[in-house]
Structure formats: structure tokens, C-alpha cells
């Protein structure tokens, strides 16, 4: 007896999974760039969302900020997008057919706050997945790479 294919892996059939990955990216950081990595391996197509986030200032455009990732992203990648949004994610992924939302965590502080927006996304019909931060990278944040740089 063979066993069937989960039909809702990636790669699966005709089954093509999108995922997004929201952040300000203010700047990018080699934690970004670690989960950007690994989500590509997870999920057929990845959207690296820059989003506006009022809570937060940053020193640059979203418009800049997408360049800027965009600038730190391997050409190979080409499963990787990168685009600038104001608006809930969970409203981009309904209007762009983007099947899970990837966010990375550092710690547990990242893991209470992240949980949260998580739930409101369930709610609103689009799962998160989290990826834990690398040991070597858990000390790095875009506050930190501001501050040094």
C-alpha cells in the first residue's frame, strides 16, 4: 500500500501554496534574510510584504525599504517577491490568493505579541506559521542594526 500525498503539501499536484512574510524591514537584517531562507523551502511562493506598521517609524519609504530587500535577496531566488503594503495582511492575502502568513520569532516576548496578531489572522481565515530565529541570531533586530549602523 502506497501512501497518498497530504493534497494540501506544496509542490503537490496542481496544489501551489503562496505565503507572505510582513515586516517593516527597517532595515533588513541577516535574521530576515534566515527566515526568507527557510519559508522559500516551506511554500512554492514567498511575498516578502513590506508593510506599513503605525506603531513603528521608519527612517525610510515602504517603497525604499521593499528595494532594499529586494537588494539583499539572492537573484536565484526567483520563488521570492517582494512587495510594499498599507493595510491589514490578512486583507493582501485574501486579494492575492496567499494561502499562510510566516512570521519569525526571536524569543518569547516576540512569541506573545506574535501570537496575538496570529489569532486575529486565524480569525480572518489566514493561518500563521512561525519560524524560530537561528541561536546565532536571535540577538539581532532591526532596533539593533539601526542603533550600531
Known sequence: MTAEPHPAAPGVGSVRVRAVYPGSFDPVTPGHLDVVRRARD????????????????????????AAAVRAALPAGWTSVTVAAWSGLTATYCRRHEVGVIVRGLRNTTDLQAEYRLAAMNQSLGVPTVFLPALPELVAVSSTAVRTVG
Do not use: H, I, T, W
Open 42 to 65: 516551506l511554500f512554492d511562493e514567498l511575498v516578502v510584504l513590506v508593510a506599513v506598521n503605525s506603531a513603528k517609524q521608519p527612517g525610510r519609504s515602504e517603497e525604499e525599504r
